[in-house]
């Protein structure tokens, strides 16, 4: 499975951006797709994933009514609309590919490139 993740960029707080990320390869349909970001110096943290089939979906705490994940499956492209950013959103965001509805950055092993938010105060 190969991702491709775009979108990021310098936003005001309060301020919104929309993260894309492409998969191609496998069949992606029986995967989740999940969202992950990690700031300088800290470790990748789980921020939101979703299930291709379905569309079931897990949000970090950190992000709930903020931040909406969603697909689009003619596409094979999934979404991180993020609203209402704070200065503690900047962080590079990956996306990533796994079996599982998971948390946890090990269960997945596909991981598109990051792409970088920044979120001025």
């Known amino acids: 499975v190969q991702l491709q993740a775009s979108g990021g960029g310098l936003v005001q707080a309060g301020g919104s951006l929309r993260l894309s990320c492409a998969a191609s390869?496998?069949?992606?349909?029986?995967?989740?797709m999940g969202w992950f970001r990690q700031a300088t110096g800290k470790e990748r943290d789980f921020v939101a994933a979703?299930?291709?089939?379905?569309?079931?979906?897990l949000y970090a705490d950190s992000v709930k009514g903020r931040f909406t994940i969603s697909s689009d499956n003619a596409k094979n492209t999934v979404y991180l609309q993020m609203n209402s950013l704070k200065p503690e959103d900047t962080a590079v965001y990956y996306c990533?590919?796994?079996?599982?509805?998971?948390?946890?950055?090990?269960?997945?092993?596909?991981w598109g490139q990051g792409t970088l938010v920044t979120v001025s105060s």
């Open positions: 979703i299930r291709w089939s379905g569309g079931s979906t």
């Open positions: 390869g496998r069949t992606v349909s029986n995967f989740v």
């Open positions: 990533a590919s796994s079996g599982i509805l998971a948390t946890i950055p090990t269960v997945y092993p596909y």
